[in-house]
């Protein structure tokens, strides 16, 4: 998760830094001189900490919506974060259909015009992302959320603008129940542990299913998903109350 930093120090010959290192050392009586290469190296040494400073404030995360902003929302709300890119956004749900096959699609829309697709609660599709996944295969778990295992195709799109399919085996554990907090809400769940490999290799996700009545039948209350090999894994949290 972590990002390529600007370099912010000039690149120094190894033997012009040894010269400088030594000036420092022996010359400091001529240190007070401003034009001296000591003073000058302090000056330039000062001007870069003041640079990587503002840059550091510049790269201070935004504070996250306030549970009154949230509330006032007539949809409900995510928050994701895609793990390799350092990056926390935050989505609305544009809509909801059932598919015709017993599944249900949510489709939502981040701000900047990023949409992800789920069914029953699986990510099956992204649009508008680096690595957009095209699709999806995904099993149902019955009537309820979440994965049902067995075998999954994903199809992403790749630089070339060709589709690229990943087959993979699927199998689902129930970890039982757990109380979940996010933010200043508390939520009975069901922890769902997936994990699909094929020769290549393998990813678990994990879902935190409603456990708590018919009211909040069909929520996934969060999640961890794999969203390819370069999207990589998105962590999200359902942040609204419904």
Known sequence: MNRERPRLMPRLIPGLLFGLAALLAGCSSRSADPNSPATVYENLLETQREIAARNKAARAPAQPP???????????????????HDLVGHAFRRFTRQDGYGGRIEVWRSLDNVSFSFRNGVLVGTRGAEWDMLSAGVALRGDGPGPGGGARTYVFRALDNQAVDVAMACRTADLGRQRLVIDDLSHATRHLRETCSNPDGTIVNDYWVADGGAAEEGVIWQSRQWSGPTGGYLFIRRVSRF
């Open 66 to 84: 306030s549970r009154a902003l949230i509330d006032k929302q007539n949809v409900p709300v995510i928050e994701l974060t895609i793990e390799n």
